[in-house]
């Protein structure tokens, strides 16, 4: 099995990400990191990669909205995450059709994907986890950040001025590192993990630090994916549904 994460941006003039975990045990137990993207822009070459790098069975883990039926103010969803996890600064951010007046492009990329053989369904049964399968759903990483981690409130990388993003990342770094290969199921920390996690952010600034928010994303968006496949609902949740938008989470019983 391999594990995508993708954080997508919401339209083709800004670069997205993609990061690509492996099992190396029958029962999942660990996974590598065994490739990453920093900067890919069009549906089509977005599409080419998912597609090579899943020839047998795959969990991709989208960081962006994959049904949207408002036109316009929250999804549901939306509303709840941030009810949820609005105390902890790790509300979702509102999600309507006004936003994507050029449509969906989520929406799209997962009709794509059908074609392929994958399946939009979030909801992993505890009979299914841990099987061979080709899946695709929505998630969110900062309440996974808080969950997951820990956290009192969510981690400030992504707004603010360059050092502050700065000092973010590198909390999010050490953070991915020491709890990623200590969770089960765990990552490997090879070289190719460190290699990734140990870059020097203190010269970053613009895009360079931009592209490497958005891998870092995607590196935890694939674990996400990986967690929910090993778990099921044993430890993940689905919150909001099918008709007006959902995102998978950890369940936060866990924290």
Request: hydrophobic share 35%; glycine share 8%; with cysteine.
């Amino acid at each position: 099995m391999r594990f995508i994460g993708l954080d997508l941006a919401w339209g083709e003039r800004n670069n997205t990400a993609a990061a690509v975990l492996e099992s190396t045990s029958s029962g999942g137990a660990s996974a590598r990191l065994v490739d990453f993207q920093e900067r890919m822009q069009t549906d089509e070459t977005i599409l080419d990669y998912l597609i090579s790098m899943s020839p047998d069975g795959a969990c991709l883990a989208i960081d962006a909205p994959l049904i949207v039926r408002n036109p316009e103010g929250a999804r549901p969803v939306d509303r709840e995450v941030t009810r949820l996890f609005g105390r902890y600064g790790a509300g979702a951010h509102p999600c309507n059709l006004k936003k994507f007046p050029h449509g969906v492009r989520g929406e799209r990329l997962v009709e794509k994907l059908a074609r392929h053989g994958f399946r939009h369904q979030p909801l992993i049964g505890l009979k299914e986890r841990r099987k061979v399968m080709k899946r695709v759903f929505e998630v969110y990483p900062h309440p996974a950040h808080v969950v997951l981690f820990h956290l009192e409130k969510r981690l400030l990388y992504k707004k603010g001025d360059v050092e502050t993003r700065r000092r973010g990342l590198t909390l999010l770094q050490g953070k991915l590192f020491e709890e990623l290969t200590r969770l089960k199921p765990h990552l490997q920390a090879d070289k190719k993990l460190q290699t990734l996690l140990r870059r020097d952010v203190s010269t970053m600034r613009g895009r360079a630090l931009k592209a490497y928010e958005d891998t870092l994303d995607s590196l935890f968006c694939a674990y996400i994916g990986l967690y929910h496949w090993y778990w099921g609902e044993e430890r993940s949740e689905v919150v909001g549904d099918m008709q007006t938008g959902y995102i998978v989470i950890p369940k936060r019983s866990r924290q």
